[in-house]
């Protein structure tokens, strides 16, 4: 079948200025799911990055064992224990837990730091088969995705995913080179067949939804570090949960993200960059996009 000639899309879109009457849940409850004992961080980046996004609302459902840690990291998000295995994971009986807490929700972002296991394929699985929540499945979401990849299609609400080479590889059946050799035409073919909202990482992070394509001209290689990911999918999480459809949610996500990247490179280089600088670059990163300005930090 042949691959799907996109639309290029060069203009990033703006969210709206907000209402002067406006409240905390105008602005979307975004859920994280996120974390595992070892990989409690990548909890609480992506939480943040849902809060630094705009998100009204943010709570983060972790295996009980790291609760207190992701607790911790953050006062303005709340928490939600649920069950775990041995190893500190997800467990089986988080998946009704967590399609009971999505009830309440406005998004979910789903993978980050939760560590591979029969519990969080599980989990994985109740998402995808129970819920029609804007979902945004990154790391072990997609890990845990290839042996149901025909329930993504068939599901009701919209998807991002948001993998690296590596990622997209494990979903494709492919090697890294392949992907990185066919990029624009794998990501473009792969959001069209399952219909999803595909974020391929990497220099020139590609955004399609298999008729639409916009190529990242943001970010820079001091964002190859730990964590950085998981910023990215929180953000993108609070896009969606302000009302942006979702190709326009991980397009300005992504280009947000890159630019976070680039300002914080600019103030500290990119050698010493870690996750958590953007996190503090992207108030910055938003205020010269809504003003149409070249980013700087003050």
């Not at 789903?110 to 699985?125: H, I, M, N, T």
């Not at 993504?152 to 050799?181: I, M, S, W, Y």
């Not at 969606?240 to 947000?256: H, T």
């Amino acid at each position: 079948m042949p691959t799907p000639t996109p639309d290029i899309v060069r203009e990033v879109p703006h969210l709206a200025p907000r209402d002067l009457d406006a409240n905390k849940g105008d602005f979307g409850r975004v859920l994280i799911v996120a974390g595992s004992r070892g990989m409690s961080g990548a909890a609480v980046l992506c939480a943040a990055a849902a809060l630094r996004g705009g998100g009204g609302l943010v709570r983060v459902a972790v295996p009980e064992c790291i609760l207190p840690i992701v607790a911790a990291g953050n006062p303005c998000y709340m928490t939600v224990p649920l069950p775990e295995d041995n190893d500190g994971r997800l467990s089986s009986d988080a998946g009704q837990e967590l399609v009971e807490s999505m009830n309440q929700s406005t998004v979910a972002a789903v993978g980050p730091g939760l560590g591979r296991g029969d519990g969080v394929s599980s989990v994985v699985r109740a998402v995808l088969e129970k819920t029609t929540l804007p979902l945004v499945i990154d790391a072990d979401g997609l890990n845990a995705l290839p042996p149901f990849l025909d329930l993504l299609k068939r599901r009701q609400g919209p998807c991002v995913l948001t993998p690296h080479p590596g990622e997209f590889a494990r979903l494709l059946g492919c090697d890294v080179p392949n992907v990185q050799a066919h990029r624009e035409e794998l990501a473009v073919r792969f959001a069209a067949d399952h219909g999803v909202v595909l974020v391929l990482k990497g220099r020139h992070t590609l955004v399609s939804d298999g008729r639409r394509l916009y190529v990242n001209d943001t970010g820079n290689p001091g964002m190859a570090t730990g964590g950085t990911g998981d910023v990215l999918t929180g953000l993108t999480a609070a896009l969606l949960g302000q009302g942006l459809e979702p190709f326009a949610a991980a397009q300005l996500a992504v280009y947000l993200h890159g630019s976070a990247g680039d300002l914080a490179r600019d103030a500290m280089g990119e050698t010493s960059l870690i996750a958590a600088d953007l996190l503090e670059s992207l108030p910055y990163a938003f205020m010269a996009h809504a003003a149409d300005q070249t980013p700087s930090r003050h």
